[in-house]
């Protein structure tokens, strides 16, 4: 992160990281450079070190800068999309025979991610209850390379706490990893909590419209974010300098939304919590929450998730999803927008029959910034 930076608060640091004024006509927002290659100088003669638009662009550039001084790391990548940047960074960190201790709740696409791809050339994987600190040390193996980290989880709302494994992991030898995807680094920094590398889905939070598709990694080792940069480039599933430039935007606003997605997904939690039809709420910002201490610890607010249970089993949750009218029933989360989905038959289908199969009565809920009384009273007529 730059220096330059380092004194200065998150909201600040959102709007202005990475967003030089354009030095030919002083343009304060960054120019979409869509562009494929770059006027050379004489052969080697580069003008800022670009040369075609995959190795790097001006645009993504800034993003990357933002978002190492966003995690406090000192190198940050964006991708095409969460799950390009999880590949580039498994395909990274591992090699045929090693181990990977992932957790036992995870967004399905991750998990299939190990399973069915990375699995195929002889990474190993097993499961642990990343809350609790022995699961995890039981399951760490010699050939382990990495432990796998979501928090707060997706869908069920689990909280690890990220210093105790940093050490465990440290103990170990073995890097951590945590996807900050559903926190966001206005609310969590987990390197700043000692973990290796974070993972974003930038389609989330970090560009919050629902209008573009990315992912980012960001580091805290020089050594290993050139490694990373070698392979993103080798690989090429980079961000396009368009969707760069939208998630650019979007962080701009990102703490304003997080304070609003916050206050309105604790409404609604407590709202269900006294709902006849509701048997169990997930939510890390309720007192009864077993990582509700956790998440106090090391979070400035709880986020905009909520997950439920539902008397009446799966199809009662569908049924809830379908008469959703405000809260559109879709897959993705982190927009403006409130959006409802069952993960058995949706995100998480592809943990079916895993350990990681997720309640086939449970909903979630990503909880927009709408008026809060109007949510709850569409979640009121939805449970009937």
């Known amino acids: 992160m730059s220096d330059s930076h380092n004194m200065h608060a998150f909201e600040t640091v959102a709007i202005h990281a990475g967003n030089t004024a354009d030095p030919l006509t002083g343009a304060v927002v960054p120019p979409i450079y869509q562009v494929s290659t770059y006027k050379q100088d004489g052969v080697g003669g580069l003008r800022g070190g670009y040369e075609y638009s995959r190795s790097a662009n001006p645009t993504r550039t800034a993003l990357e800068e933002n978002l190492a001084a966003l995690e406090g790391g000192v190198r940050g990548l964006a991708f095409a999309s969460g799950l390009a940047a999880e590949d580039c960074l498994l395909r990274t960190l591992l090699g045929p025979g090693d181990h990977v201790v992932i957790p036992n709740d995870a967004y399905g696409g991750t998990f299939r991610l190990f399973a069915k791809v990375v699995a195929r050339w002889g990474v190993e994987w097993s499961v642990a209850n990343t809350s609790d600190p022995a699961s995890v040390r039981a399951a760490i193996t010699p050939k382990t390379k990495a432990i796998w980290v979501e928090t707060p989880s997706n869908p069920l709302l689990g909280i690890t706490d990220i210093a105790v494994l940093a050490q465990i992991a440290r103990e170990a030898g073995v890097r951590l990893v945590v996807d900050n995807t559903f926190a966001s680094p206005y609310?969590?920094?987990?390197?700043?909590?000692?973990?290796?590398?974070?993972?974003?889905?930038?389609?989330?939070?970090?560009?919050?419209?629902?209008?573009v598709v990315g992912?980012?990694?960001?580091?805290n080792d020089a050594?290993?974010?050139?490694e990373l940069a070698y392979h993103q480039n080798?690989?090429?599933?980079?961000?396009?300098?368009?969707?760069?430039w939208l998630v650019l935007r979007g962080i701009k606003t990102l703490a304003v939304r997080m304070d609003r997605h916050s206050e309105n997904a604790a409404r609604v939690a407590e709202m269900l919590t006294r709902h006849?039809?509701?048997?169990?709420?997930?939510?890390?910002?309720l007192p009864d929450h077993p990582g509700h201490e956790i998440a106090a610890k090391q979070m400035k607010s709880f986020g905009g998730m909520v997950s439920f249970q539902v008397e009446g089993g799966e199809e009662a949750a569908v049924a809830v999803c379908d008469r959703a009218k405000l809260f559109t029933l879709g897959e993705s989360l982190g927009g403006v927008e409130s959006l409802v989905e069952h993960p058995g038959r949706m995100t998480h289908a592809s943990v079916a029959g895993s350990a990681l199969e997720v309640p086939a009565d449970l909903v979630r809920l990503s909880v927009g910034i709408e008026s809060a009384d109007d949510l709850l009273a569409d979640l009121q007529q939805a449970l009937g």
């Open 276 to 285: 006849a039809r509701v048997t169990r709420v997930l939510y890390p910002g």
């Open 215 to 219: 992912g980012a990694l960001v580091v």
């Open 223 to 226: 050594a290993l974010g050139e």
């Open 187 to 211: 609310l969590q920094q987990p390197l700043l909590l000692g973990a290796d590398v974070v993972v974003h889905s930038l389609t989330k939070y970090m560009g919050g419209h629902s209008d």
């Open 234 to 244: 080798a690989m090429g599933a980079v961000a396009g300098p368009f969707d760069a």
